[in-house]
């Protein structure tokens, strides 16, 4: 089982700055892509920002030059900087992540449970 821990997100005003951060842990033989995608109220969900194999980095062109995402290998973590936040970055923030059990060798894609992040003045 890989469970996925996800923090940080909060309130921000226009302008501002904030982290999210989503550790995985369990039966994890490896990790294949750690990624954060977001949904606003009456909206699909959403590509955010993806980092796979070979640290290949995908972003959503809303948030190209505003967001940088990161991870640490050796800890399961992903992170998510978010900088000069606008109101249309409000929506809840979910990590999502793929890779490879050590049980059986199977395939995983598993969600975080989200984190609100609210940008407002």
């Known amino acids: 089982q890989v469970r996925l821990v996800e923090s940080g997100g909060g309130l921000a005003q226009p302008g501002g700055s904030l982290r999210v951060s989503c550790i995985a842990s369990g039966s994890i033989h490896s990790i294949t892509a750690m990624g954060w995608y977001r949904q606003a109220p009456g909206k699909e969900r959403e590509l955010v920002a993806e980092?796979?194999?070979?640290?290949?980095?995908i972003y959503a062109d809303s948030v190209k030059g505003r967001f940088t995402i990161s991870r640490d290998n050796a800890k399961n973590t992903v992170f998510l900087q978010m900088n000069s936040l606008n109101p249309d970055d409000t929506a809840v923030y979910f990590c999502n992540v793929r890779g490879i059990t050590t049980n059986e060798w199977r395939v995983f894609d598993n969600w975080g449970q989200g984190t609100q992040v609210t940008v407002s003045s």
């Open positions: 980092i796979g194999t070979g640290d290949i980095m």
